[in-house]
């Protein structure tokens, strides 16, 4: 009975989307960004908050499937470094204190994610490089005002 229902769970369609890119709303297009912060974005941000999503075959194998896809959705909608030139500039800051927040507090990268991609995990120095290039940043945007 549970490996029928395990099996039928495999029918339920998921949506794995990437959405089409328009390379001028990239985050690069309107903020400066350091190469070294580039590559920990990269490295620890980018598959969830991006257009570029690498959906790995466990993410085809329901239940997990349905969690991953919902993870994904939800972080675009919090934060996507595709389309970051849509944010009008309270919500760009708004983006950047929450960024810095929630690496300081250990949220992002998600937990289970790093249990699987274990070169997503930051060290201190990385919370240190986000948080200082978001204050930075959100500085250069408020005088721009």
């Known amino acids: 009975m549970v490996l029928a229902a395990l099996v039928a769970v495999q029918f339920v369609p998921v949506e794995r989307t990437n959405p089409p890119v328009d390379p001028s709303l990239a985050i690069e297009r309107h903020l400066a960004v350091p190469a070294e ?4 974005l990269d490295r ?5 908050h991006t257009n570029h999503t690498d959906w790995p075959l466990y993410s085809y194998v329901a239940p997990l499937s ?3 896809v919902d993870h994904v959705n939800h ?13 009008d500039s309270d919500a760009a800051q708004d983006i950047l204190i ?3 927040r929630q690496v300081r507090s250990g949220q992002m990268p998600l937990p289970s994610y790093i ?3 274990r070169s997503a995990r ?3 120095d990385d919370v240190t490089r986000l948080c200082e290039w978001a204050s930075a940043t ?3 945007l408020r005088e721009a005002e």
């Open 75 to 87: 972080a675009r909608h919090e934060m996507n470094f595709s389309e970051w030139g849509t944010y």
């Open 115 to 117: 249990r699987i991609h």
């Open 122 to 124: 930051l060290s201190p």
């Open 66 to 68: 349905w969690d991953i």
């Open 138 to 140: 959100r500085r250069k």
């Open 44 to 48: 620890s941000c980018r598959n969830c």
């Open 98 to 100: 929450a960024l810095c």
């Open 37 to 40: 912060v580039k590559a920990i």
